[in-house]
């Protein structure tokens, strides 16, 4: 890997394009490496991932509003259209994008990374697929798109914090789908670096989306990011250009939205030459929960089992949770918001509360994507009662370690201390969920197959959870004509067709 240091120039402070962060991006997504078969295997499972939680997700509302307005957009010209996740229409591709961004990210149940900032890589697989689709590609093509947007979108994640900053992580996917989709069609460097700053530039916005009363915005911002992409990477194809240098400007993203004029940032690349094995280093998700809670739902079943008394709110005088900064701040008691232990909140919010959820997964012995969140769920007072006694606190070491570059050493947990009101005390830690590469039950294609035949159950038609299992797993060899078929569609259900709302589309 090559380190970049990345940093404001004055106006009167020539920059050359080809040393401009954006450049130096375009040039790792042009070089059309082919990817290891590690890497192959695991495209794969993501891809399988990806559909198994936007499966699980095709009733709710949001998908239900977003693949609405997709299907109210007919094929653009110049392509044979994208497929929407749950529908049998197709439509253009920033359309299709949109809606199965929507469907992907809904239920907070695909994989992520953690480092400087955080992401959910798979978020780039919706747009560089729905091109693929609409262009005509293969499957080898596709597979070198989602390689290049997972290994620009890490490697942002490695070197540059939005969050500390209030701006949302979708900020870095916009550039890593527009490289991913340029990697995929094969553009200049020129037209690559160009749709990077288009599309850097219009998918900046504050962390407000997962703060506070947390909205079904959550869903749709990486959704919306992945649309801008296509429609940077489109403008770009035409000639047009895009604000510059756009990272080191001196009315720039680094010199008015991130730490100021003054900063250095490191973003790591892949030399010429090099494999681009950044997807290795994400981890998906065994429960529908922030990533940051994970090891935490892992804990608490083992000790709800373990330790039948612990669910008892009148056994228990406290529980701490000793973590991480950001697990403290965003989803913990930390980050102030009364939100996180309100039992008539959003799902999008309980979801961030790492109080709530460390109580349910605790008394339940177990999570479950839909149960665990249930009003009736959220408001039994038993829960309610306990809930209250978690707070969270930072500890140092924990912060230490989750931003170690060491990955025998990250870690996403944290120590448990938990007073009983007959003064005992049980304490407990965890470093990484039991799904984590490093942890005590590793996901491999098996646990990927099975969340998405979990998921599928009662949703999809066995046939078509086997015909999509069988194509997904023959990615590489796949032709132009059958990554139509990378989707998957219900039976019609005029019940959800009749609770869509009706917009201006």
């Not at 809930?387 to 025998?408: G, L, N, Q």
């Amino acid at each position: 890997m090559i380190d970049h240091t990345v940093r404001t120039y004055g106006s009167d402070e020539p920059l050359a394009r080809t040393d401009q962060l954006a450049w130096k991006i375009a040039e790792v997504a042009t070089e059309q490496a082919d990817p290891t078969d590690a890497v192959t295997d695991m495209v794969i499972n993501r891809i399988i991932d990806n559909a198994a939680v936007a499966t699980a997700s095709l009733g709710r509302a949001p998908i239900l509003a977003a693949r609405a307005q997709a299907e109210a957009h007919p094929v653009s010209r110049g392509g044979s259209g994208a497929t929407i996740v749950g529908s049998r229409e197709l439509t253009s591709p920033e359309w299709a994008a949109w809606a199965n961004g929507v469907a992907v990210r809904e239920l907070d149940y695909h994989d992520t990374f953690l480092a400087a900032d955080y992401s959910h890589p798979g978020d780039n697989i919706p747009p560089i697929l729905a091109v693929a689709q609409h262009l005509g590609r293969d499957g080898a093509d596709l597979l070198r798109g989602i390689v290049t947007g997972y290994e620009i979108q890490v490697d942002l994640v490695k070197g540059i914090c939005l969050h500390e900053h209030k701006i949302d992580h979708v900020a870095h996917l916009g550039p890593s789908a527009a490289a991913g989709i340029g990697t995929l069609l094969g553009l200049s460097t020129e037209t690559v670096y160009q749709a990077i700053g288009q599309a850097l530039h219009t998918t900046t916005a504050t962390r407000q989306s997962r703060k506070g009363e947390i909205s079904t915005w959550k869903a749709h911002a990486p959704a919306f990011a992945g649309k801008m992409a296509i429609e940077a990477v489109d403008r770009a194809m035409r000639g047009q250009t895009s604000p510059s240098p756009i990272y080191e400007g001196s009315d720039g993203f680094i010199a008015w939205l991130l730490s100021g004029p003054e900063a250095r940032y490191t973003v790591p690349l892949p030399a010429r030459g090099e494999p681009r094995t950044a997807i290795l280093d994400t981890y998906t998700k065994e429960h529908s929960a922030e990533y940051q809670a994970q090891a935490w739902i892992d804990l608490a079943r083992r000790l709800g089992r373990e330790r039948p008394e612990l669910r008892q709110p009148q056994a228990v005088r406290s529980i701490v949770l000793h973590t991480s900064h950001h697990t403290h701040f965003v989803i913990g008691s930390g980050s102030g918001d009364p939100q996180k232990y309100d039992p008539t909140a959003s799902r999008e919010t309980l979801d961030h509360s790492i109080p709530y959820i460390f109580t349910v997964a605790l008394q339940d012995g177990a999570w479950d994507h839909v149960g665990s969140y249930a009003p009736e769920r959220a408001g039994h007072p038993d829960t309610i009662e306990l809930w209250r006694k978690v707070t969270t606190a930072e500890d140092p070491e924990w912060t230490r370690r989750y931003h170690s570059a060491d990955p025998d050493e990250k870690s996403f947990g944290g120590r448990v201390e938990i007073e009983l009101a007959d003064g005992t005390r049980v304490v407990e830690e965890i470093a990484v969920a039991d799904a984590h590469p490093l942890g005590a039950r590793p996901f491999g294609r098996a646990q990927y197959v099975e969340k998405f035949r979990t998921l599928a159950d009662g949703v999809l038609a066995g046939d078509e959870i086997e015909r999509f299992l069988d194509l997904a797993q023959r990615l590489p060899e796949l032709g132009a004509d059958e990554l139509a078929g990378l989707t998957v569609t219900p039976a019609d259900d005029p019940a959800a067709r009749a609770a869509v709302v009706p917009g201006i589309f």
